[in-house]
């Protein structure tokens, strides 16, 4: 493992994003960065447009001001195909209405990306992926009997075969996860989480939706905290995390702590009724 | 296993399946009928070169091969359409019939049927309307429903899919409204004539429908395959499949356009045949899985297949009468239907 140097241009760039829909403004001037290599999470509460900046950021919605670019591309001018290898989505649970397996569903991310893939290397391609994702005994069942945590590591996987594929045509990648940790156990939530960093040595560079804020700490280079569709505060976990910022935007008074080794601030719940 | 969907699912069997299941549909259609002649018979006589004269050269060459061909062309059409609408709405109760594409064909059909004369009439001109007029109103019905649909459903460019098959619903009914208005309207004779077509039937089969019907549907069945993997894709969600590089909204415009013109062309030649959309994919699905790619050809391949043989039947059951053919598909397809519903957890047991 090499410490890239930092790259000139960003993988992405998002520059004054707004967002307004029904006299709404979702998304308020937010500027941020991606880095090869880096893994960001976005936090926030519920309403404070996390998911439509994700999409902002994966070219799914047309920002109402602002510009959004890919290693200096705007995003509106690259064709589908292209930032397909570009970025990956793995988007909140989906819901299937036909009997594809699981290893069909992966598979699907690796239909028409990337260039020069043999048959044998697709299949490469999606035994690892399912492997990473802990979804290769699940790879002949009907996705739809599959439970929500066992449907997310399916998507997970057909995500990580689209990099993958990708990958042949774009060397370094952004990765957009819309809440990967909702609906799985503890051990899938590390999992899934290490799998991300693991893509971030490879120059890959993660934005993340996350709730758990401890998980979010351990995980993240940096916080980017969005309330009422405007950015508050983006910096690493230990500047972010303070319990003046934690009691304005998220509304609870829960202390912050710090893990003796290596000081990584962390949130204590604490119910405010007596009893 | 409960789930038997395994990875290796069957693919080049089931296809040299449906490719024999087409052969014998093809020689039973082309054999059967008030003359019989043997299947020999038939290969000499289709032979190129071959000098057969007399008059099973001419029942092969003249009556039965042209209404096979459009049987073919017809089933293949109104098949893939089912498996494109399925796909393209993420739901596989979807069918052309559903969404009011048949229902606006059948409307301007129905419209030619009654008013035509009195059109005429009115105009000054001569009746009879002439024959050409029905499929073309048909035609233009089917192409006026969808892209009506379409632009209900289309905002800033985007298409609800949901908005879509709501629309459609309500456009059907109101189609079908309009068609029994004119069926009030009718006398003895065009009520005939709309029974006939509302239900269905190869029997007006020409050499001349077949070279009207090619160029409109061969198109659409040589274009189908490459919506595969973008269907696939669209199965996810549209943002899901936008993510994965497919360039969703002409995905959604060819789709649709394809279905437009292989109903409207099935429904010109051969009037509103229903179920062979519904059925023909789902038991499809069952063996070889829902992956587009093999689905649609496989859909065209049993769709084919499943209306010529309903046309021997609809030719046999009642000879020398003919049954409409939509009676037929409906009287297969429903059971079939249904046990295939039935017949999947039983399995399990």
Redesign the interface.
């Known amino acids: 493992m090499t410490e890239r140097p930092p790259s000139p241009e960003p993988l992405l760039a998002a520059r004054d994003l707004a967002y307004a829909t029904g006299g709404r403004r979702l998304v308020d001037g937010v500027s941020l960065e991606a880095r090869p290599g880096s893994l960001q999470a976005i936090v926030g509460p519920n309403g404070a447009g996390k998911s439509t900046l994700l999409k902002l950021l994966s070219g799914e919605l047309a920002p109402t001001q602002g510009t959004v670019a890919y290693a200096g591309e705007a995003v509106a001018a690259i064709p589908p195909w292209r930032l397909a290898a570009l970025r990956a989505v793995l988007p909140q649970a989906a819901h299937l209405a036909f009997p594809f397996t699981a290893a069909e569903v992966a598979r699907i991310g690796l239909d028409g990306i990337g260039r020069g893939l043999g048959r044998r290397d697709r299949a490469g391609i999606l035994a690892e992926a399912l492997a990473r994702a802990d979804a290769t005994h699940l790879g002949a069942r009907a996705y739809p009997t599959l439970s929500g945590g066992e449907q997310a590591r399916v998507q997970f996987a057909r995500v990580l075969c689209q990099l993958a594929a990708g990958r042949t045509l774009a060397p370094a990648q952004v990765l957009l996860l819309d809440e990967p940790t909702a609906s799985l156990d503890l051990r899938h939530q590390g999992a899934l989480l290490d799998a991300a960093r693991d893509l971030t040595r490879r120059g890959t560079a993660v934005i993340a939706i996350l709730h758990d804020l401890n998980l979010a700490a351990a995980y993240a280079d940096a916080l980017i905290v969005l309330e009422a569709g405007r950015l508050v505060a983006n910096g690493p976990p230990a500047a972010v995390m303070r319990d003046d910022l934690i009691a304005r935007v998220f509304g609870v008074s829960w202390p912050v702590g710090r893990v003796p080794e290596g000081g990584q601030p962390f949130l204590l719940p604490r119910r405010t009724v007596a009893g | ?1 409960s ?1 038997a ?3 290796g699912r069957p693919g080049a069997p089931v296809f040299l399946g449906l490719g024999l299941l087409l052969a014998v549909a093809v020689l039973l259609s082309l054999g059967l009928g008030a003359v019989r002649i043997p299947p020999a018979r038939i290969v000499a006589i289709l032979t190129p070169g071959a000098a057969e004269a007399g008059r099973d050269a001419l029942v092969v060459l003249g009556i039965r091969l042209p209404r096979t061909l459009l049987g073919l062309m017809v089933g293949a059409g109104l098949a893939v359409s089912g498996a494109l609408m399925q796909g393209l709405f ?3 109760l979807s069918d052309p019939a559903l969404v009011g594409v048949s229902a606006g064909s059948g409307l301007a059909a129905a419209a030619v049927i009654v008013l035509g004369d009195r059109l005429l009439a009115g105009m000054g001109l001569p009746g009879p309307l002439p024959y050409a007029a029905l499929p073309v109103a048909a035609f233009l019905g089917g192409l006026g429903a969808t892209l009506g649909l379409y632009r209900i459903a289309t905002r800033a460019g985007r298409t609800s899919v949901a908005t879509l098959l709501l629309a459609g619903i309500a456009l059907g009914a109101l189609s079908g409204a309009l068609t029994g208005l004119l069926v009030y309207a009718s006398d003895d004779r065009q009520l005939r004539d709309l029974t006939f077509w509302s239900l269905g039937s190869l029997g007006g089969a020409t050499w001349t429908k077949v070279w009207a019907t090619a160029p409109a549907l061969l198109p659409v069945l040589v274009l189908v395959p490459f919506l595969g ?1 973008g269907l ?2 669209l ?3 549209e ?2 499949a ?6 969703v909204e002409r995905l959604k415009r060819l789709a649709i356009l394809l279905v437009a013109v292989a109903v409207g062309a099935g429904v010109a030649a051969s009037g509103v045949i229903g179920f062979v959309g519904l059925v023909v994919p789902h038991a499809l ?1 069952l063996v070889i ?3 587009h790619r093999r689905l649609l050809p496989a859909s065209a391949l049993l769709g084919g297949a499943f209306l010529v043989l309903a046309d021997v039947a609809a030719r046999l059951v009642v000879a020398p009468a003919e049954l409409p053919i939509g009676i037929v598909t409906a009287f297969v397809g429903a059971p079939v239907f249904l046990w295939l519903l039935l017949g999947k957890p039983r399995q399990d047991d």
């Not at chain 2, 936008?242 to 360039?247: A, E, N, R, T």
């Open positions: 296993m789930d969907a395994g990875p993420r739901n596989p993997r696939n894709a199965v996810l969600g943002a899901e936008f993510h994965l590089g497919v360039p699905r899985g829902p992956d």
